[in-house]
């Protein structure tokens, strides 16, 4: 059973820093495109940030872009990502998202882990 | 890149249809048969319902379905039920690796 689990999720300070980790079973992390979405609270979904299977490519949203990085260690079957320079709107729900491939879409999600920016 | 547009609700009775339609641009929607739509119930993660615009992941009822029409891209759900009662969001690549979503809907079966 593919399974995506993210922790690392709490309150920051404005301009603060924090690490969320996806920890994935039941697939071969290694061969999948792996994303974050976010999901800030009663708002919509927003995509955040990809990266390919050998961690060469990633990408970001405009409004992460310079502030987060994403990375992966296939060792570990784990997603990361690093975000610094938080703001308050980066507060939201933020989802590990396994990619469909070949379809551009996302077809497993974890719970998702909460981050809030406030002081 | 601006987030395609989603009526914020819908509605329909128990055995009706209802579409949500998913209004984008020819940099996205109109440009790529992309386009995905999720399923989510409060306080759950969202659920992969449509794939590449029309097709279903295995598992899906087939009361759901997806077509496009030039920019606009929509959701069908046939014989309503009310387990159907929650928020949908539609999805669509936009080029170099990226990708844009819908404002969401909340759907109401009554």
């Known amino acids: 059973e593919v399974q995506v689990v993210e922790s690392g999720g709490g309150l920051v300070q404005p301009g603060g820093s924090l690490r969320l980790s996806c920890s994935a079973s039941?697939?071969?992390?290694?061969?999948?495109?792996m994303h974050w979405v976010r999901q800030a609270p009663g708002k919509g979904l927003e995509y955040v940030s990809t990266?390919?299977?050998?961690?060469?490519?990633?990408r970001y949203a405009d409004s992460v872009k310079g502030r987060f990085t994403i990375s992966r260690d296939n060792s570990k079957d784990t997603l990361y990502l690093q975000m610094s320079s938080l703001r308050a709107e980066d507060t939201a729900v933020y989802y590990c998202v396994k990619d469909l491939t070949g379809f551009f879409a996302f077809d497993y999600w974890g719970q998702g882990t909460l981050v809030t920016v406030s002081s | 890149q601006s987030a395609l547009t989603q009526p914020a609700s819908v509605s329909g009775s128990p055995g009706q249809s209802i579409t949500i339609s998913c209004t984008g641009t020819?940099?996205?929607?109109?440009?790529?048969?992309?386009v995905s739509w999720y399923q989510q119930h409060p306080g759950k993660a969202p659920k992969l319902m449509i794939y590449e615009g029309t097709k279903r992941p295995s598992g899906v009822s087939n009361r759901f379905s997806g077509s496009k029409s030039g920019n606009t891209a929509s959701l069908t759900i046939s014989g309503l039920q009310a387990e159907d009662e929650t928020d949908y969001y539609c999805c669509s690549y936009a080029g170099r690796s990226n990708w844009v979503f819908g404002g969401g809907t909340k759907l109401t079966v009554l």
């Open positions: 020819s940099s996205d929607v109109g440009s790529y048969n992309l």
């Open positions: 039941g697939f071969i992390f290694s061969n999948y495109v």
């Open positions: 990266i390919h299977p050998d961690g060469d490519e990633t």
